[in-house]
């Protein structure tokens, strides 16, 4: 019987709340060994790397070597709701769907447990704002490899979804001229990180963005660039990080890293709902895509939260906002920001 250290979610937030930090062994901190690993159920264990890594070996996931099941969805102002699957090597479901290479191209990668409808909030944002600029958006479903009961078996195929995403973009671009230059990915949670190995792996050019929300941090070894979401994955890369030290990464993994309310516990989430404060990188995202330009979430650089808050840091121009898509231009470094505890979630109001 495997030997696990439990703690209760509770026990987990409370540990660091006073402090504006969520408290984990220091073991994890110091050499990546033990790892919050979250359950369907919404707790966590902690577990050493060999006890995670048995775990996966006894899955029957870890068995499925078919990636053909991972399937792209496409959708336009034409079809913002009812999705038109694009099969690649098949013209004819190319030729059938309404994909326009005219328009800039968004893909959406979910995370464990996720669904190809799992970013219907940012999908709505954009096709759906009431704004004249019209998007691909495609729905990457690898459902097939992340909805297993265990995380453990997921994240193990990250690296091979990323490499069958990055096989599609190519695909793409050869049969559809799909532009590198307008193109956009996103992914959550695990997600993140399967965005990043497309990055990687793309032979038609590079990506010009990867937003990671809240990029995943059990079994990624912050070190090892290779095997994680990257700052080079693409020519710009933002990172939002709203669950640090328990399901996504402490430190700042893109060019430009937004840690709202610090970037370890969200305002309005249960301290005994981890998953919260986890997803919520996807709503202010969101958020932030919906207003366009008059997004309100505006960050200043700065090397903590309680400096952000003293107004000790941070430049007035040229002024950042995280979700901007013109943050490649301007943006790079480390960014605090503070939000409502519910939507809608933006303070500042232009």
Same mark, same amino acid.
């Given at each position: 019987? @495997? ?10 937030? /409370?540990?660091? *709340?006073?402090?504006? /930090? ?30 995670? *890594? =048995? ?13 053909? @099941?991972?399937?792209?969805? *496409? ?5 913002? =709701? ?21 328009? #800039? ?146 430190? #700042? ?17 249960? /301290? ?47 002024? /950042? ?15 605090? *920001?503070? =939000? ?11």
């Amino acid at each position: 019987m @495997k030997q696990h250290i439990f703690l209760a979610v509770a026990a987990v937030v /409370v540990l660091g *709340l006073t402090k504006g /930090v969520l408290s984990f062994p220091a073991e994890q901190r110091e050499t990546d060994t033990i790892w919050p690993i979250p359950q369907k159920n919404g707790s966590i264990l902690w577990m050493t790397e060999e006890q995670a *890594l =048995t775990e996966a070996d006894d899955s029957p996931l870890e068995k499925k070597q078919t990636f053909d @099941k991972i399937k792209f969805f *496409l959708y336009t102002e034409a079809n913002p =709701t009812e999705p038109i699957e694009i099969i690649k090597d098949d013209l004819k479901s190319l030729v059938r769907s309404k994909f326009d290479f005219k328009n #800039p191209t968004r893909f959406m990668i979910h995370g464990w447990m996720g669904g190809y409808d799992s970013g219907w909030s940012i999908r709505e944002a954009l096709l759906m704002n009431g704004t004249n600029k019209q998007y691909n958006f495609i729905s990457v479903d690898w459902s097939v490899y992340s909805t297993s009961a265990l995380y453990i078996p997921s994240q193990r195929k990250c690296s091979k979804a990323g490499k069958i995403v990055a096989e599609f973009i190519d695909w793409m671009h050869d049969q559809a001229k799909l532009s590198f230059d307008t193109l956009a990915v996103y992914g959550s949670s695990l997600g993140a990180h399967v965005a990043g190995f497309a990055g990687k792996n793309v032979k038609r050019g590079k990506i010009h963005t990867i937003v990671g929300l809240d990029p995943a941090m059990p079994l990624f070894q912050y070190k090892n660039t290779k095997k994680r979401l990257a700052s080079t994955d693409a020519v710009y890369v933002e990172t939002i990080q709203t669950n640090g030290g328990v399901l996504g990464f402490n430190e #700042p993994i893109g060019k430009a890293a937004f840690y709202p309310n610090g970037g370890h516990y969200q305002p309005g989430c249960d /301290v005994n709902d981890i998953f919260c404060s986890h997803i919520r990188a996807i709503e202010y995202f969101a958020e932030a895509l919906s207003q366009g330009e008059r997004n309100s979430f505006v960050a200043l650089e700065c090397s903590d939260l309680e400096s952000m808050e003293k107004a000790a840091c941070g430049k007035r121009l040229p002024l /950042v906002r995280l979700g901007d898509p013109n943050n490649a231009k301007k943006a790079k470094g480390i960014y605090y *920001l503070l =939000t409502h505890s519910q939507a809608p979630y933006s303070i500042l109001k232009f």
